[in-house]
Antibody, heavy 118, light 107 residues
């Protein structure tokens, strides 16, 4: 049974940092690309970042490039999202998801809430 | 950045009716298009990838078609559990992008 469990969300002031984690089980993590996708309250889905299976490459949405960093630890079956210089518009539910052969996102976690507010 | 435009924004239908959802890309994405279903309080679920391939466990009443810039998701006969929001997503170019969604509601 595939499980992706996000953690690390919370309430943070603008300009501060937060690190999200996503622990995976039931998949071949070390051969899977991983994504972060977010959803602001009442809004649609916004792709945030992706990291290749071996960490050799990563990609970012323009809205987070230079502020967010995606990384992974294959020994821990965990992907991370380091979020710096947070803004109010980063407030969202953050999902991690597995990449399906660079075509789609086939498994999703339940998300962790990030609220940026003073 | 490739912009995906979904229409209509809301589709009001009755159970048993056919649903036809559209996704138009601002430039060609070949067949690199996926569809997702999201119900309130739940994570998205992959329905279709590669424009027309059903994901594992997805019922045959869901089908996808199209290529290039125009894509369609069809639900042949709506079941009560199909009332949800549907998103398209392209992976032809970075950054990946999602459409704004179509809400299928009960008429």
């Amino acid at each position: 049974q595939v499980q992706l469990v996000e953690s690390g969300g919370g309430v943070v002031q603008p300009g501060r940092s937060l690190r999200l984690s996503c622990a995976a089980s039931g998949i071949s993590f070390s051969t899977s690309g991983m994504h972060w996708v977010r959803q602001a309250p009442g809004k649609g889905l916004e792709w945030v970042a992706m990291i290749l299976y071996d960490g050799s490459g990563n990609y970012y949405a323009g809205s987070v490039k230079g502020r967010f960093t995606i990384s992974r630890d294959n020994s821990k079956n965990t992907v991370y999202l380091q979020m710096n210089s947070l803004r109010a518009e980063d407030t969202a539910l953050y999902y991690c998801a597995r990449d399906k052969a660079l075509q789609a996102l086939d498994y999703w976690g339940q998300g962790t809430q990030v609220t940026v507010s003073s | 950045e490739i912009v995906l435009t979904q229409s209509p924004a809301t589709l009001s239908l009755s159970p048993g009716e056919r649903a036809t959802l559209s996704c138009r890309a601002s430039q060609s994405v070949s067949s690199y298009l996926a569809w997702y279903q999201q119900k309130p309080g739940q994570a998205p679920r992959l329905l279709i990838y590669g424009a027309s391939n059903r994901a594992t466990g997805i019922p045959a009443r869901f089908s996808g078609s199209g290529s290039g810039t125009d894509f369609t998701l069809t639900v042949s006969s709506l079941e009560p559990e199909d009332f949800a929001v549907y998103y398209c997503q392209q992976r032809s170019n970075w950054p990946l992008t999602f459409g704004g969604g179509t809400k299928v509601e009960i008429k």
